[in-house]
C-alpha cells in the first residue's frame, strides 16, 4: 500500500491524484491521462479476457508467473492502468504495491464500445514508452488481435497483426504459444 503523501515540501500533484484512487471504496478506478475512469468491464468482456487467460495460464505457471488485473503505475505521468491481464513475475506480485509495465511479461488489453479507442492510442503508446515487452490488443470491435512488441520510447516497433478472430496467433518467447482466437467470434 502506497504511504500518505508527505505535503511538507508543496503538494506532488501526481503522487496525491494517485494516492487518492487508490482508496476509493468499493469501484477500482484507472487514470488515462489525467481523466479519472471507473473499471467496470461487461460479461461479455470478461468472457474475452478468461478465453486468453485460460490459454497462458499453463504457460505462466511454468514461467512461475502469475496472471491478473492488478495496478500498474506509470510514474511521471498522470496515469495508472488496471489492464483487463497483466503476466507477472510471481516474487513481483507479493506486496500489494502497484507494478511498473516494464516489470510485465505481457499486458493484455480487451476492447468495449467505452475504451477502444483509448486501448489501441493511449495505452498502446504508454505501455511502450514504459516498457511493457508484449501489448496484446484484443479488439471486440474490429473482432481482431494485434500483438505489440519491441517497445522504446516512441511506440513499439514490431506489430504482428491485425489478425482477424477465428485465426491462431503465435505468442513469442518467453511463452511461445499459439493462442486459438476461434472462441472470441
Not at 468472457?47 to 510514474?75: F, H, K, M, T, Y
Not at 506480485?93 to 477502444?116: C, H, I, M, R
Request: aromatic share 6%.
Amino acid at each position: 500500500m502506497t504511504s500518505a503523501p508527505d505535503y511538507s515540501q508543496g503538494i506532488d500533484a501526481e503522487r496525491a491524484l494517485k494516492f487518492a484512487i487508490q482508496h476509493i471504496r468499493g469501484d477500482r478506478v484507472q487514470i488515462i491521462e489525467g481523466i479519472i475512469e471507473p473499471v467496470s468491464p461487461t460479461w461479455d468482456h470478461e468472457r474475452a479476457a478468461r478465453l486468453v487467460r485460460r490459454q497462458i495460464e499453463d504457460r505462466v505457471d511454468d514461467l512461475e508467473c502469475v496472471e491478473g488485473s492488478g495496478n500498474l503505475d506509470l510514474p511521471g505521468s498522470p496515469n495508472w492502468f488496471i489492464p483487463d491481464i497483466a503476466v507477472v513475475p510471481e516474487r513481483l506480485a507479493k506486496g500489494g504495491s502497484a507494478l511498473l509495465p516494464d516489470q510485465t511479461l505481457l499486458v493484455v488489453e480487451v476492447t468495449s464500445e467505452s475504451n477502444a479507442e483509448t486501448d489501441r492510442v493511449v495505452k498502446r503508446a504508454r505501455y511502450a514508452e514504459y516498457g511493457a515487452p508484449l501489448y496484446l490488443i484484443v479488439d471486440r470491435m474490429e473482432q481482431s488481435l494485434t500483438l505489440f512488441s519491441e517497445p522504446g520510447r516512441l511506440g513499439y516497433t514490431r506489430v504482428d497483426g491485425p489478425h482477424p478472430f477465428g485465426t491462431s496467433v503465435h505468442l513469442p518467447a518467453p511463452f511461445d504459444i499459439v493462442l486459438d482466437t476461434t472462441g472470441l467470434t
